[in-house]
C-alpha cells in the first residue's frame, strides 16, 4: 500500500516513516458490519464495526451510506450489517468481551453451516431451558436465546459435530419431523418477539402499516406483510385482534428491535396508541400435528374442535392451572396451536403437556426440525426468501394483500404499478431430484446455460425425500414471469449441477388441506 501510494504521490518517498502504530482491533460480536439508521435515534446513522476490513470496505460502505441517507432506504438488502439487528444485551462489556474473543478468530476460519458460538452463552433463556435439556436438547443461540435446535437419543452427547454433508443432528432431526408429521411434536418457541399495541386509533395504525386487513373481530389472527413505499417487504408476521381497542404481533426474535422500531415510528405523535414489547411476559409452547386436537381436547375442557375453533382463531383455554392463550396457527404445515403462556406458568403447563404426552407419543422437536418442515411447506423467512426488496406479489404472498380495504396501505400504490406492469422475478421452490446433496443458501439456479436466480434457503425435506430450497427466478431482461418450467431447472451444488423440480406452490400439501381439518 505504501508503494502504490508513493507512486501517486511522488512526495511521500521522502517523507519517511513518523510512526508505526499496532494497535487493538474492533470486532463486532458476530463479525459483520454496523450500517444504516440507529434504532434509538432517527437520523443517525452509523458505518462502524468494520472488523479489520475497513481500508477495502470503505468505498462500498460510503457508498451505500450516502446512498441510504440520501435516499432513506439501504440501495440493496442489507440486513445482514444492519445495525437494528442487534440486541439491547449487545452492548453489555462482559458479553462483548467473551464473545468478541471467540469472533476475531472467526473471520478467516471455516463457516461451518450450523456453526454455534462457545462463547457468551447462555444470555437469554425460555423458562425451560433445564426441562428441555433434561431431555435431551441439543441448543443453539440466535439473538442471545438459548434454542433447542435438536434433541439427542438416551446415551448420545448434545453437540454438534461440523461438516458440509449430513452433520451427526441429521437422522435425530428427522425422527422429530416425522412425529409432527404423523403425531404430535411440541417445540419451545418462547424467542417469538410480541408486542401489544393497544388504544382506541390501534385499528387505524395497524391496518396502515399492515398490507392485509386489521379490521376483524376480536380472537382472528391475521397473518401478514409491513411494506416500504417500494412494496418491499420490512416485515412478515402474524397479528391478533385481542379487543376492540388491543392486538398482539408475534414476529421473529431475529427481527425484535427491528420491527418494534418501524411500528413506533408509524404511530403519529397524536395517535391515542401505545406500543410495549412483552417479549419475555410470555413463553409458547406450540403443539403441531395432525393428533394435535386429540391430545389437547385431553387436557383441556375447553372446545377444541374445528367448528368451535377455526384455522386463524385465537382464545384462551385452561390447560393445568394455568390460563393460556391458544391460537390456531402453524408454521410447519399441519393442525396446531401455539400456546402463549404468561412466563410464571410455563414450567406447569409443560409439565402437564409432557405428563399427558407419554400416553399420545408426543415428541419434542427443535428448530431444525421446525427450519425442514417450514422449507417442505415453502413458508417464508423473513431475512432470507422475503426482504426489504422483494414484494408480496414476487414472493407469492399476494393472497396476503388486500387492495381494496379502506385507508390503503403504506406500499400499495408500488405493488399496483407492479401489478400492472407483471412480475419480473418470482419465489421458486425447488426440490433436488437425487436425495444425495443438501442445500443451505446462495446456490446457483441454472435454466439451460443461464443462471437465473440463487437458492435463498434450503434444507433437506425428509417427508419430499430430497433436499428444499426457495429461490428467485428472473425473466429473461425486459420480461416477465408467469410461469415456471417444472423440469427444466438445475441447482448447483460445489461445482455439478443437479436436475430439480420447480413448483410456484408449496409441493407439501398444496391446498392447504392439512392445516385446516
Keep these: 500500500v505504501l508503494l502504490d501510494a508513493m507512486r501517486r504521490i511522488p512526495a511521500l518517498e521522502g517523507a519517511g516513516i513518523q510512526r508505526f502504530f499496532c494497535g487493538p482491533e474492533s470486532f463486532t460480536p458476530d463479525v ?71 469472533s476475531l478468530g472467526l473471520l478467516y476460519a471455516t463457516h461451518w453451516p450450523f456453526r454455534q458460538y462457545a462463547t457468551a452463552r447462555g444470555v437469554r433463556k425460555s423458562a425451560l431451558h433445564d426441562r428441555l435439556a433434561a431431555a435431551g436438547a441439543c441448543f443453539g443461540e440466535a439473538f442471545g436465546w438459548e434454542r433447542a435446535n435438536w434433541y439427542a437419543p438416551a446415551g448420545v452427547e448434545p453437540r454438534y459435530d461440523y461438516s458440509y454433508g449430513r452433520q451427526n443432528w441429521f437422522e435425530p432431526s428427522a425422527r422429530e419431523h416425522h412425529a409432527v408429521r404423523t403425531g404430535i411434536g411440541l417445540f419451545d418457541q418462547s424467542s417469538f418477539a410480541k408486542f401489544r399495541l393497544e388504544g382506541r386509533d390501534a385499528e387505524r395504525v395497524i391496518n396502515r402499516v399492515s398490507a392485509n386487513d386489521m379490521a376483524v373481530a376480536p380472537g382472528r389472527i391475521v397473518y401478514t406483510q409491513w411494506l416500504n413505499e417500494r412494496g418491499g417487504i420490512e416485515a412478515d408476521l402474524t397479528v391478533t385482534r385481542l379487543s376492540e381497542h388491543a392486538y398482539l404481533i408475534v414476529t421473529g426474535a431475529e427481527t425484535e ?51 368451535a375453533f377455526p384455522f386463524a382463531t385465537s382464545r ?63 413458508y417464508r423467512h423473513w431475512g432470507h426468501d422475503i426482504t426489504d426488496e422483494d414484494t408480496p406479489l414476487e414472493a407469492g404472498l399476494g393472497f396476503a394483500v388486500k387492495f381494496d380495504k379502506p385507508g390503503g396501505f403504506a406500499g400499495r400504490e ?16 425447488f426440490q433436488l431430484k437425487s436425495s444425495v446433496p443438501l442445500l443451505y443458501h446462495n446456490e446457483p ?14 434444507m433437506f425435506a425428509h417427508t419430499l425425500g430430497a433436499a428444499v430450497g426457495l429461490g428467485y427466478v ?42 385446516k381439518r
Design 32 to 102: 459483520r458490519y454496523h450500517l444504516g439508521e440507529s434504532a434509538e435515534l432517527k437520523n443517525c446513522f452509523v458505518a462502524a464495526g468494520l472488523n479489520s476490513i475497513g481500508l477495502q470496505s470503505a468505498g462500498g460502505v460510503g457508498k451505500v451510506i450516502s446512498e441510504w441517507i440520501r435516499d432513506g432506504h439501504p440501495p440493496v438488502d442489507l440486513w445482514e450489517v444492519d445495525v437494528r439487528r442487534n440486541m439491547p444485551f449487545q452492548i453489555n462489556r462482559k458479553y462483548l468481551r467473551e464473545r468478541v474473543s471467540e
Design 257 to 307: 428491535t427491528k420491527d418494534f422500531n418501524w411500528l413506533q415510528r408509524h404511530i403519529e405523535p397524536d395517535a391515542h396508541c401505545v406500543l410495549t414489547n412483552v417479549t419475555s411476559g410470555m413463553g409458547v409452547l406450540s403443539v403441531m400435528g395432525p393428533k394435535s386436537r386429540e391430545f389437547l381436547q385431553s387436557l383441556t375442557p375447553d372446545d377444541m374442535s374445528d367448528q
Design 316 to 378: 384462551n383455554i385452561e390447560i393445568g392451572y394455568a390460563l393460556v392463550r391458544a391460537s390456531r396457527i402453524t408454521y410447519v404445515g399441519e393442525l396446531g396451536w401455539e400456546l402463549y403462556v404468561p412466563t410464571e406458568f410455563m414450567q406447569g403447563v409443560y409439565d402437564e403437556l409432557v405428563g399427558a404426552g407419554k400416553r399420545h407419543g408426543l415428541v419434542h422437536a427443535g428448530y431444525h426440525a421446525l427450519n425442514s418442515l417450514r422449507m417442505e411447506k415453502a
Design 414 to 429: 408500488a405493488l399496483l404499478r407492479q401489478k400492472q406492469s407483471g412480475l419480473a422475478k418470482r419465489l421458486v421452490q
Design 445 to 458: 439456479i441454472w435454466h439451460g446455460e443461464t443462471i437465473v436466480g440463487f437458492i435463498r434457503s434450503g
Design 474 to 515: 428472473t425473466a429473461a431482461q425486459g420480461g416477465t414471469l408467469d410461469a415456471v418450467d417444472p423440469d427444466g431447472y438445475e441447482i448447483e451444488v460445489a461445482g455439478i449441477r443437479y436436475p430439480a423440480a420447480a413448483s410456484l406452490r408449496p409441493l407439501y400439501d398444496p391446498r392447504n388441506e392439512r392445516i
